[in-house]
């Protein structure tokens, strides 16, 4: 498993509409897309913390593959997406070690 995260910072007053393009954007691009597991987008519980979106992949040549996709180029492009409600953002990858993860 491969695993790519986004923290993304979003004045308060832009938080809604974000929310609602993000969650448009999930469902218009991401179905379908090769190797995703799943995507999720956490929500902050305090105005200084950022929104984090979560995509779990089968291998990072699947996420590299995805950011390489038209459709991904599609749902980030800067007028028409999320990105124009985005002050900043820092994206993080992750693989997992099996050793490290408790399933209860």
Not at 18 to 32: H, I, K, Q, S
Not at 57 to 71: G, K, L, M, T
Request: proline share 8%; glycine share 4%.
């Amino acid at each position: 498993m491969f695993i790519a995260t986004n923290r993304l910072f979003v004045p308060a007053d832009r938080a809604d509409e974000f929310e609602a393009r993000f969650r448009d954007n999930m469902r218009a691009y991401l179905p379908g897309v090769p190797g995703l597991r799943r995507s999720t987008l956490l929500r902050p519980t305090r105005p200084d913390q950022p929104y984090v979106s979560i995509n779990e992949f089968e291998s990072e040549d699947d996420f590299r593959a995805w950011v390489a996709s038209d459709s991904f180029k599609e749902a980030h492009k800067r007028n028409a997406g999320i990105a124009r409600h985005v002050t900043g953002n820092a994206v993080e990858t992750f693989q997992p070690s099996e050793d490290l993860v408790l399933t209860p």
